[in-house]
């Protein structure tokens, strides 16, 4: 789906993957669910572009519900898999650390798995090879991202702004859906490592102009960086306070 010019979606608000469309060839951003390479086929045919124009994969941070098809097209095609630093050994197959057991509801938790298993998330092959980012980098890939170190969801969490999109993709850094309780909005993600240096970290992107901010699940925020901060923070508050 596009929702911009130069700027595709493919999944949906339970667990997204996106495109950045140039002349020059494609970036994508986060690698979903092994089931999503069929949905990435798909989008491509629609564009008129060959999986081979993909150019690099940069992944927010590196869960398996984020690193799902990026070996598939690694190992077939050679295409690089980016990751932050601190998250190189996760999206290679280290296990991540237990989290707080966080607030749920039994139907968003029944969808989300359900969606899952139906994409292939009990199939989640490590990436085996990829290539560490830091904060401040711009990558030598379609659209120009740029690094933005962001740890607290995981050690080498990082925001990607792509400018020439004024796209903003924060990962799992805060949520607009959250997958366990279906309550929608800017707020903390669950399975976070570190909530306060997640919060923290949110002080990295305050100051950017951007159309579309774009979170690993849950539908685009669009109504700029500062309204989206002030919502989360309100969220923040009444999760600490209930």
């Keep these: 789906m596009e929702l911009a010019p130069g700027l595709h979606r493919i999944g949906n608000d339970i667990i997204a993957v996106h495109l950045i469309v140039t002349?020059?060839?494609?970036?994508?951003?986060?690698?979903?669910?092994?089931?999503?390479?069929?949905?990435?086929?798909?989008?491509?045919?629609?564009?008129?572009?060959?999986?081979?124009?993909?150019?690099?994969?940069?992944?927010?941070?590196?869960?398996?519900?984020?690193?799902?098809?990026?070996?598939r097209l690694r190992a077939e095609l050679g295409i690089p898999v980016y990751v932050g630093a601190g998250d190189a050994g996760r999206a290679m197959g280290e296990k991540p650390p237990a989290t707080p057991k966080d607030r749920r509801r039994l139907g968003p938790v029944l969808r989300f798995f359900a969606y899952a298993m139906r994409?292939?998330?009990?199939?989640?092959?490590?990436?085996?090879?990829?290539v560490p980012v830091h904060d401040g980098d711009v990558l030598p890939l379609p659209g120009a991202p740029e690094i933005i170190g962001m740890p607290g969801h995981s050690p080498g969490s990082v925001a990607i702004h792509v400018p020439a999109v004024r796209a903003?993709?924060?990962?799992?850094?805060?949520?607009?859906?959250?997958?366990?309780?279906?309550?929608?909005?800017?707020q903390p993600a669950p399975f976070t490592d570190d909530q306060a240096g997640s919060s923290a970290s949110l002080a990295r992107i305050e100051n950017l102009?951007?159309?579309w901010i774009i979170p690993g699940h849950g539908a685009p925020w669009t109504r700029g960086v500062p309204a989206l901060v002030a919502a989360y923070r309100e969220a923040e508050e009444a999760r600490s306070a209930g």
């Design 209 to 211: 102009d951007v159309d």
């Design 23 to 71: 002349d020059e060839g494609l970036t994508l951003v986060d690698a979903g669910l092994a089931g999503h390479y069929a949905d990435l086929r798909r989008e491509l045919a629609a564009m008129g572009r060959p999986v081979s124009d993909i150019r690099g994969i940069v992944l927010t941070h590196g869960d398996t519900d984020h690193t799902g098809f990026a070996e």
């Design 119 to 130: 994409k292939g998330g009990l199939r989640m092959p490590a990436v085996k090879e990829v």
């Design 168 to 186: 903003l993709f924060v990962g799992d850094e805060l949520t607009t859906r959250n997958v366990l309780t279906g309550v929608v909005g800017p």
